[in-house]
């Protein structure tokens, strides 16, 4: 069954502290993508990528790195954590093409807090 | 760039009765298309319903939406909602404005809890 994976599913972080998120999907697409959600805010997107070796900055990039090492994972840094950085953190899988083309399948999430 | 504006945070209806969640949304391009998404509690969003033709209704799972361009919104509407129901739903938008890449612009969310 096709799906897409995150782990780890929960993480407590110290401020300061390092955090790699991570990403695996078998649907055989080549676009991904890191959101994090907050009440309020809805999805936000923190970067994508359109395949293996590719990554660009969405909308709130600033304090996250992604890396995508190959078509199937796609993961999330963040070198110094911070507080503010407490969320949940999604990652979504899509196919390239036009816009009707642009649903997205999304994982089970990621609870970070960092302390 | 695109936007997309659900103007209610949470929804209270009680079971049995209809309940529309509103979606508008701004953007400079023509070509469009809309995905209603829904997460239950501690689940991923999952995709409920699409459309990119105007005035065409959507259905899917009881609930249906109508893509207006001309009054840009894509409002989710159901007859008679289900405690099951009970979610966040959000809206969504792809457009050229996103060079083709796919990306979504999402809406705040809104939560509708049913009620017995």
């Known amino acids: 069954e096709a799906a897409v994976t995150q782990s780890p599913r929960n993480k407590v972080a110290v401020t300061g502290g390092k955090v790699t998120l991570s990403c695996n999907q078998t649907n055989n697409h080549n676009n991904m993508y890191w959101y994090r959600q907050d009440t309020g805010h809805g999805l936000r997107l923190i970067h994508y990528?359109?395949?293996?070796?590719?990554?660009e900055k969405g909308d709130i990039p600033d304090g996250y790195k992604a890396s995508r090492p190959s078509q199937e994972n796609f993961s999330l840094i963040l070198e110094l954590a911070t507080p503010s950085q407490t969320s949940v953190y999604f990652c979504?899988?899509?196919?390239?093409?036009?816009?009707?083309?642009?649903?997205?399948?999304f994982g089970p999430g990621t609870r970070l807090t960092v302390l | 760039g695109d936007s997309v504006t659900q103007t209610e945070g949470l929804v209270t209806v009680t079971e049995g009765l209809p309940v529309m969640l509103n979606c508008t949304y701004q953007t400079a391009y023509s070509d469009v298309a809309f995905f209603w998404y829904v997460q239950y509690l501690n689940e991923a969003p999952k995709l409920l319903l699409r459309?990119?033709?105007?005035?065409k209704r959507t259905e899917h799972q009881g609930f249906h939406a109508t893509l207006h361009k001309s009054s840009s919104s894509f409002h989710l509407q159901k007859s008679s909602v289900q405690l099951s129901d009970s979610a966040l739903y959000y809206c969504?938008?792809?457009?050229?404005?996103?060079?083709?890449?796919?990306?979504?612009?999402f809406g705040q969310g809104t939560v509708l809890s049913v009620i017995p």
């Open positions: 990528s359109y395949g293996a070796g590719s990554t």
């Open positions: 969504a938008l792809s457009s050229m404005a996103t060079g083709g890449n796919n990306k979504l612009t």
């Open positions: 979504a899988s899509g196919d390239a093409g036009g816009i009707n083309y642009a649903e997205q399948f």
């Open positions: 459309s990119s033709t105007d005035n």
